[in-house]
């Protein structure tokens, strides 16, 4: 059974007013994990194929080619684990 | 002037790539990158000297015993403190101002007392002191920060009084890099009879440090920001206040007897010589001998030639940042009143936005709140960014950061 910790390496909550998600990619699925990230998200903007501005369900975040992702004014952690699953799984 | 460029050829880490890119590595506030001489140093100690110190009489602990005690006395040197007895070695800042917090504070500070705390102390210098307060019933009052994020000298000399009996201060702010007088703060402190403990943990990796001429009662700093390893850090005491001290924590090592009475059937306790009684269980021995090298290290650069060096970058950093529209600096804007510290922010960018995107071209800078909270909300910022510099930094990476951040302007 896949689960998001198979692509998940990490999810950093930042601290203050802002509560950002930054989710690192687990490093040798990187690339799988971005692909598979782009195929199902909208593109809004892509700046020199490395950094994507992305809409997936009403939720607008930020990829990086590194295997990051910032994703802002999400409720709380389920939530973003649920966007996270319907993304990867 | 020092030269980093030769300086750069002792920290391994610095060829490496990161995102296919040179790294640049500007998180030096948070903790700095470690020369190959202090990675020896601890690499040869777990190779040949190994052993706990102190109570043993074979050679090996005999030799740990040594070094161990040497680091005391080279860090006691680097700042000038009288001897090695003035030097206490602990985790890191936090733990030496909970030292401070529990050791001191709890058998002196009692309801009606005030701790003087300054608004841009990172979270390890005002957390102790609320916790510390609801147990024993002191006032915690803030010292204000001017709008530039200078001390307010007026305001603390107008709030000093006879019921304070502590001053909590950086010497360096962690947010942005102000350099505090602590050295007239002290003076003002004594004239009203209250100590000063100096965080110390972003000057004493920067500046020249001369704890006789600040005249302060304690200073704390950690070893992993001055190229030294993590876990390890030191807090400097005036003796006379740390004979006074009871220990912070007990256990071995601490003591010089424990004895059992039969009459009371208690165990009757005397205390170890310092620094010792503050050094309860096994201390961390390498940890203390890999910061004697790293405080070698810096002795021979000379600690003037480290300020020069990153004032001047700091100069040449805050100035190139200007020619970029949408980046906003915070804090003086002079670099001879900072350390090598700069907060900024990207208009329209989050700070972690602008840390991720310089992360994919090998910039390592932080972003967030920096455990300095209350300064933020003084600035009225939700987070911000944070170059900061080091002995090794050059103006060719400036450039670099600076051609990044006018391609995040862009986004």
């Known amino acids: ?89 | 002037m020092l030269d980093p460029y030769k300086i750069r050829e002792d920290f391994p880490i610095l060829k490496r790539k990161i995102n296919n890119n040179p790294l640049i590595y500007f998180d030096n506030a948070a903790t700095s990158q470690k020369p190959k001489q202090v990675i020896d140093t601890i690499k040869n100690f777990y190779e040949n000297h190994n052993a706990n110190v102190h109570r043993a009489v074979h050679t090996l602990s005999q030799e740990a015993s040594e070094l161990y005690e040497k680091a005391h006395e080279e860090v006691a040197n680097f700042i000038n403190a009288n001897g090695m007895e003035e030097i206490v070695f602990v985790r890191g800042t936090t733990e030496a101002i909970n030292l401070v917090a529990y050791a001191w504070g709890l058998p002196n500070l009692k309801k009606g007392d005030e701790v003087l705390v300054s608004l841009m102390e990172h979270h390890s210098n005002i957390v102790p002191w609320e916790i510390l307060s609801k147990l024993t019933g002191f006032n915690v009052k803030y010292i204000e920060v001017n709008a530039d994020g200078t001390l307010n000298y007026k305001a603390f000399e107008n709030m000093i009084s006879n019921k304070t009996k502590i001053v909590c201060i950086s010497q360096v702010s962690n947010f942005s890099g102000v350099i505090n007088d602590v050295k007239r703060v002290a003076r003002v402190a004594h004239e009203h009879g209250a100590l000063t403990i100096v965080d110390g943990a972003q000057s004493v990796p920067h500046l020249p440090i001369n704890v006789k001429d600040l005249d302060v009662d304690f200073l704390a700093f950690s070893g992993h920001k001055m190229l030294g390893p993590t876990g390890i850090g030191a807090l400097y005491g005036k003796r006379e206040i740390f004979e006074e001290m009871s220990p912070f924590q007990g256990g071995g090592e601490m003591i010089r007897e424990v004895s059992f009475n039969q009459v009371t059937e208690r165990c009757s306790i005397t205390w170890n010589d310092l620094p010792w009684k503050f050094e309860a269980g096994t201390p961390n021995i390498c940890g203390g001998v890999g910061l004697m090298e790293a405080v070698k290290y810096l002795r021979k650069l000379g600690m003037e030639n480290v300020k020069a060096h990153e004032c001047m970058l700091t100069e040449y950093a805050m100035r190139r940042m200007q020619e970029c529209q949408k980046v906003k600096i915070y804090g003086p804007t002079d670099a001879s009143v900072k350390c090598g510290i700069i907060p900024f922010n990207v208009e329209g960018s989050s700070s972690h936005d602008v840390a991720l995107f310089l992360d994919n071209y090998g910039i390592m800078i932080r972003s967030g709140l920096h455990c300095a909270q209350p300064l933020h909300e003084i600035f009225k910022l939700e987070s911000s960014a944070r170059a900061s510099f080091y002995i090794y930094n050059t103006r060719e990476e400036v450039d670099r950061f600076i051609e990044v951040l006018k391609e995040i302007e862009q986004v």
């Open chain 1, 1 to 89: 059974m896949v689960a998001i910790e198979d692509y998940v390496a990490r999810i950093e909550e930042t601290c203050g007013k802002e509560k950002d998600f930054i989710v690192i990619f687990k490093y040798d699925k990187k690339e799988q994990t971005v692909a598979k990230i782009l195929k199902k998200a909208k593109i809004e903007k892509s700046i020199s194929a490395i950094i994507f501005e992305l809409t997936f369900k009403n939720v607008s975040f930020r990829l990086y080619g590194t295997g990051k992702a910032i994703f802002r004014n999400l409720k709380d952690k389920s939530e973003l684990q649920n966007v996270l699953a319907d993304l990867l799984l």
